[in-house]
């Protein structure tokens, strides 16, 4: 059976700031699905991470279906509703048009799909970042997809041994889609050079070199590319089928160890450690850290087993302290050097703006 899976996510009102969404608006956006959407799609689970919601949706439409998409925004459309009659910090933030206008890409969402023919048993992860951007899971995919000390099955598997080809997103260029496809292992060091910078280019789908078969997919959106300001972070999702001829789920998971430094934090104007939390975990220290959720689920002939949650492990106990004194650790810089992002990326425009009036103040000595 062909299937597509579908996750779009949304920060829609959050309760004390940047916290959490809160019981009573998950409920409308579940309650709108269970109305509207049960003819669209086979299966859906809703969840939290930090203050944005996430749908992940079982169809047979496709990606970039009109109907899921339309299904998904009007969801969180009600979702808005409810959040400005609760007086929710940030109602609607996540949704930058006025109309819906066939597809949630460039409309403020977190959009990743795949398409695929079930294998007989089809596990996958579903991931969820808040507080950060896509460029989040460039070290983790690398890591996870090239590397055997993170993915032994690269040398263990002989299908995994044909690697993979990652298709890479400039997500500065705001003409269209500028992508390219590098293969590893013959341009891994390509792959490298260009994932280094996650602030521009941004894995946005991996295929097995064996089979073409689609292995992951990763939303791209950048919000302040679409408002043209900073309206939140990007809090991007990702897809990724593991087994067989595809890492398996504990080599996927295992590069979240590092806790590596990603961009987000307190008003997204900040460097900080990757935390991996459970399902449904608040924001909290510096609006942060920046977290990262993952759900393991299996899907047959349509419909979602229940989830997993992958970082509900007491090993991971011991890898949230160790973040959270990378965190800590960062945050005692301050606004000084690498603790703070470079300006081209500072989202708040208020520093910008003193900074173009600090300018004008600035004259040249004559030697």
Request: with cysteine; proline share 5%; aromatic share 10%.
């Amino acid at each position: 059976m062909k299937v597509t899976l579908s996750v779009i996510k949304a920060d829609i009102g959050s309760i004390g700031g940047h916290i959490k969404p809160g019981e009573r608006l998950k409920a409308r956006v579940r309650d709108y699905i269970e109305d509207k959407g049960t003819k669209l799609i086979h299966d859906y689970y809703l969840s939290s991470t930090g203050d944005d919601i996430a749908i992940l949706m079982s169809h047979s439409r496709g990606e970039g279906n009109e109907e899921i998409h339309k299904m998904a925004w009007e969801a969180f459309k009600a979702g808005t509703e409810l959040a400005k009659e609760m007086g929710l910090y940030g109602a609607g933030q996540d949704l930058l048009k006025d109309a819906f206008s066939g597809n949630v890409k460039g409309m403020g969402p977190a959009v990743a799909e795949m398409e695929f023919e079930e294998r007989p048993n089809e596990p996958f992860l579903f991931f969820a970042a808040d507080k950060t951007d896509p460029g989040a899971y460039n070290l983790p995919l690398y890591l996870g997809f090239t590397d055997p000390m993170h993915c032994s099955g690269l040398i263990l598997s002989p299908k995994m041994s044909k690697g993979f080809t990652f298709q890479i997103m400039d997500v500065s260029y705001l003409e269209g889609d500028r992508v390219i496809s590098l293969n590893s292992p013959e341009e891994i060091y390509d792959i490298a050079a260009l994932l280094r910078d996650n602030q521009r280019f941004v894995v946005e789908k991996i295929y097995s070199g064996a089979s073409g078969e689609i292995a992951a997919s990763i939303s791209t959106t950048r919000l302040h590319n679409i408002a043209g300001k900073y309206t939140g972070k990007d809090d991007p999702v990702m897809l990724a089928r593991v087994q067989g001829e595809f890492p398996a789920a504990g080599e996927l998971l295992s590069p979240y160890v590092k806790g590596h430094f990603v961009a987000g934090f307190m008003r997204g104007s900040h460097n900080g450690p990757l935390m991996p939390v459970k399902q449904n975990s608040t924001i909290s220290y510096f609006d942060g850290p920046p977290v990262v959720t993952c759900a393991a689920f299996c899907v047959h002939e349509g419909k979602l087993t229940e989830a997993a949650d992958a970082f509900d492990h007491p090993f991971w106990d011991y890898v949230r302290g160790r973040v959270s004194q990378k965190a800590i650790d960062i945050r005692e810089q301050g606004f000084s050097g690498p603790a703070m992002l470079g300006y081209d990326e500072l989202e708040y425009g208020g520093i910008v703006d003193k900074l173009k009036m600090i300018d004008r103040k600035f004259k040249v000595r004559k030697a």
